[in-house]
């Protein structure tokens, strides 16, 4: 696994629509509907014409394309394949770049994936969430459990190598068994990647009121660490590594774009909410689809709140995103004033495995991941 250098550079789109929200689902996006996926469309083309007009990332060379959402196969796959043609013309990318489409297991055929492994998509994510049908009816997903194997059988034979699967834990209702099987028939899947998130209650969200109405129980979080663990030792036995504190991969099957962002590495956001740190400087897009396209059609990039990252900012930011990945960070990347104090100490209390040269958290030291950065920094 690298760290990028200086000139590695990842574009993520953001797609901001979806058939149905999750119950769960604090993203930024809309309820498919026509007119509206035309609008985006319209304005995205010219958001990329103004940065290519820019020429602010001449010189770069694209590592990593990532079209997330939302669900990105909202989208018609012909106009997926069409923006990905335009991005490349404007953009060099490198051959062996890696081009992620996230998909939603019930939103694909055969013929659209062939069309995005023709247009050269190499990575599709699916979010399968569970295999157990009574999941889906609690978080409100739109779809059904069985579409997971079928979508996953057919990007195979549209060429697609290297497939992702999104799982999330701790479901209302769920139990160990319940997600030990789900993780059983999702492995059968064989997929090259295995994303792992436990449930937290977002803001706004319709579980946020439902737990507040007492209509659902909040997420167990010691049952969630015993769900972490199982994930870690089951997906072990399958041959996945645990590489990052949510994700899992076969050999050579980390996602570059995603180590992009827990290495430090450069990226640019198109799309409605889309974040940006480029040129050292962390930007964002206007998280409303009218304003951002009323901005481009203006000539306008639709930005908003950029933060000039100082050095400071920069080693806070390689700590907390670096322990996140199980290599941990180089023992000099820590700032704290008493270093080596600070370390034993947090080594004592079995958060930290430390030698001469790095530092990484321990089973127990990732349960809290921040509260050690932050001790750290
Ligand atoms: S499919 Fe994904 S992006 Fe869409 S509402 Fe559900 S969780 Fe959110």
Known sequence: MMSPSDEDLGLYVHVPFCRRRCHFCAFYLEIVQPDRMALFHSALIQEISLYRRQQSLDGRVLQSIYFGGGTPTSLPADQLASLLTLIRAAWPTDVTAEVTVEAHPSSVTIRDLTVLTDAGFNRISFGAESM?????????????????????????????????????????????PDWIRTLESLTQLAPSHISCY????????????????????????????????????????????????????????????????????????????????????????????DAYAACLNDNCLPTTDPTILSASERQRDALVFGLRLLRGVPRKTITASERDRQIDELVAKGLLHADHDRVRLTSLGRRYADTVAEQLF
Not at 158 to 174: E, S, T, W
Not at 215 to 229: F, N, R
Not at 252 to 271: F, P, S, V
Request: charged fraction near 20%.
């Open 198 to 289: 436990a449930l937290t209650i977002e803001e706004g969200t319709r579980l946020a009121q439902d737990i507040t109405r007492n209509l659902v129980l909040p997420p167990d979080e010691m049952l969630q660490i015993d769900m972490e663990s199982a994930a870690e030792r089951f997906l072990a036995d399958a041959g996945f590594s645990r590489y990052e504190i949510s994700n899992y991969a076969k050999p050579d099957y980390a996602c570059r774009h995603n180590l992009l962002y827990w290495t430090g590495g450069e990226y640019l956001g198109l799309g409605p909410s889309a974040q940006s740190y480029l040129h050292g400087i962390r930007f964002g897009n206007i998280a409303d689809l």
């Open 132 to 176: 157990a049908d009574k999941d889906f009816a609690s978080i409100g997903r739109f779809g059904q459990v069985q579409h997971t194997a079928a979508a996953v059988q057919a990007a195979r034979r549209a060429g697609f190598r290297n497939i992702n699967l999104d799982l999330m834990y701790g479901l209302p209702g769920q139990s160990l």
